[in-house]
T-cell receptor
Framework: DAKTTQPTSMDCAEGRAANLPCNHS???????VYWYRQIHSQGPQYIIH???NNETNEMASLIITEDRKSSTLILPHATLRDTAVYYC?????????????FGKGTSLLVTP | EPEVTQTPSHQVTQMGQEVILRCVPI?????FYWYRQILGQKVEFLVS????????KSEIFDDQFSVERPDGSNFTLKIRSTKLEDSAMYFC?????????FGPGTRLTVL
């Protein structure tokens, strides 16, 4: 799997957009970009994933650069409950199942 | 909204004892997984399970570990003889197509 690089930590003011970057310069053509988050030792929570087009759901937006070497997760209006560790994971999906390789992620602190 | 459930939420055991951690995956999912997270460390993949057999496992998943789907709903992780270093949060996940959904975890404490 391609390796990802994320900042160790970020701050964001409540109500503002949180933009979390991820570099995956060695990504292959068939690898997807997944984002999960983990709130204080709870189970990882799926946020969003994409291949090359930008994606949006009720939680967030995912912007993938045209060369696919980096992406940004956007939480449009961060709340205190969005304080968590955010993981960017690159993985091929296959019929035989796949393991998610969690790195250290970005610790996002949303402040009042 | 369907979700993965795990029991117990916290298990305390003595070193050398066997433990079984239980998971109920989301009902129409076909792929099942176990991960663990030692306190302060990364979430680590242990094993994936599909069509009643292991499809992938990590180096952590040695002979002390086994998985089973004993009926149509439960998915279990057994640790045969626990060690102190097995103390961790254990997360179950399930997947229908391309997205894994995680349970809340079982905190295992080995004394």
């Amino acid at each position: 799997d391609a390796k990802t690089t994320q900042p160790t930590s970020m701050d964001c003011a409540e109500g503002r957009a949180a933009n979390l970057p991820c570099n995956h310069s060695t990504i292959s053509g068939n690898e997807y970009v997944y984002w999960y988050r983990q709130i204080h030792s709870q189970g990882p929570q799926y946020i969003i994933h994409g291949l090359k087009n930008n994606e949006t759901n009720e939680m967030a937006s995912l912007i993938i650069t045209e060369d696919r070497k980096s992406s940004t997760l956007i939480l449009p209006h961060a709340t205190l409950r969005d304080t968590a560790v955010y993981y960017c994971i690159v993985r091929v999906t296959s019929n035989s199942g796949y393991a998610l390789n969690f790195g250290k992620g970005t610790s996002l602190l949303v402040t009042p | 909204e369907p979700e993965v459930t795990q029991t117990p939420s916290h298990q305390v055991t003595q070193m050398g004892q066997e433990v079984i951690l239980r998971c109920v995956p989301i009902s129409n999912h076909l792929y099942f997984y176990w991960y663990r997270q030692i306190l302060g460390q990364k979430v680590e993949f242990l094993v994936s399970f599909y069509n009643n057999e292991i499809s992938e496992k990590s180096e952590i998943f040695d002979d002390q570990f086994s998985v089973e789907r004993p009926d149509g709903s439960n998915f279990t992780l057994k640790i045969r003889s626990t060690k102190l270093e097995d103390s961790a949060m254990y997360f179950c996940a399930s997947c229908a197509a391309d997205t894994q959904y995680f349970g809340p975890g079982t905190r295992l404490t080995v004394l």
